[in-house]
């Protein structure tokens, strides 16, 4: 068993062609990209997420503010109800002064004391009502309290991403470049081939191929970790070829550089 492994190692072949060279230069380039993308967005959701409390909070304040201003009418209504009772019971007042007879005095009392029944009720109900008002105004103060606090929240995060924007320009703008100059050193189709796996694997086209035990000639994809094919491998040796991994679609490159050497000497 230990023979046919020593005698399965690699035919000595040409060092990593042009292309697959670029490439992973290029990959280098728009993994720092998706890098940077990365971080942006978890920076913009931040600004997202602080957008959608104070939203919810500037509800929840109008909420209160709506419950607040009803509370305010029937309070403005039930103290009109109690002047105009009052206005009723003074009247009654004058009229026992001029009352003829008992039986008149008699009406006239029971009607008034009816009146200041019915007003003490409404001035109970007033008490009341002024009571839940300031349970209201109490949490609306704790409402415009949360609300400044995330209004806090919210500029600090827009700050970061406006911050990180102006930070992580001349570092895009570099990478941009980088990138189209890649165009005049690989193949417009093999960009086109590496620009559809980076997109699939936000930016990661490129996977080495590694051998899983140094003494027999089993690879595997760096990116996927399945089995690549001697057949694959030998052609990486030989031909500065562009080759996917069957299982995740990644560009293949060796990048066993004791291997190399060994298969060399
Ligand atoms: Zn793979």
């Known amino acids: ?8 190692s690699l035919p000595a072949g040409p060092s990593m062609g042009v ?9 280098a380039v728009e993994m ?3 890098a940077i993308q990365r971080d942006r967005e978890s920076k913009s959701l931040q600004v997202e997420l602080r957008q959608r409390q104070i939203r919810r909070i500037d509800e929840k304040l109008q909420e209160n503010h709506r419950k607040a201003r009803e509370c305010q009418i029937r309070l403005d209504a039930l103290s009109l109800d109690v ?3 009052e206005e009723a019971v003074d009247k009654h007042r004058q009229a026992l002064n001029k009352a003829k007879t008992n039986k008149e005095y008699a009406a006239i009392l029971t009607a008034m ?3 200041k029944a019915d007003n ?3 001035e109970n109900s007033i008490l009341q009502l002024m009571d839940e008002l300031q349970v209201m105004k109490t949490e609306g103060a704790v409402i415009e309290a949360e609300r400044a606090k995330l209004l806090v929240h919210a500029a600090t995060a827009e700050e970061a991403l406006k911050a990180f924007d102006a930070q992580s320009q001349q570092e895009r703008d570099g990478l941009t470049a980088g990138r189209e100059a890649f165009a005049g050193k690989i193949t417009a189709a093999a960009i086109d081939i590496f620009n559809r796996v980076a997109m699939r694997h ?5 996977a080495p191929v590694t051998k899983l035990r140094p003494k027999r000639d089993e690879w595997a994809c760096g990116g996927c970790n399945m089995k690549v094919a001697l057949e694959v491998v030998n052609a990486l040796q030989t031909r500065d070829d562009i080759l996917l991994c069957n299982v995740c679609g990644r560009i293949l490159y060796l990048d066993a550089p004791t291997a190399h050497k060994s298969a060399r000497v």
């Open 202 to 206: 936000e930016g990661e086209a490129m």
């Open 32 to 34: 720092r990209f998706a």
């Open 120 to 122: 003490s009720k409404v």
């Open 19 to 27: 292309i697959l060279e670029e490439l992973r230069r290029l990959q």
């Open 83 to 85: 002047a105009v009772r």
């Open 113 to 115: 004391n009816t009146e």
């Open 1 to 8: 068993m230990a023979p046919a492994c020593e005698t399965g």
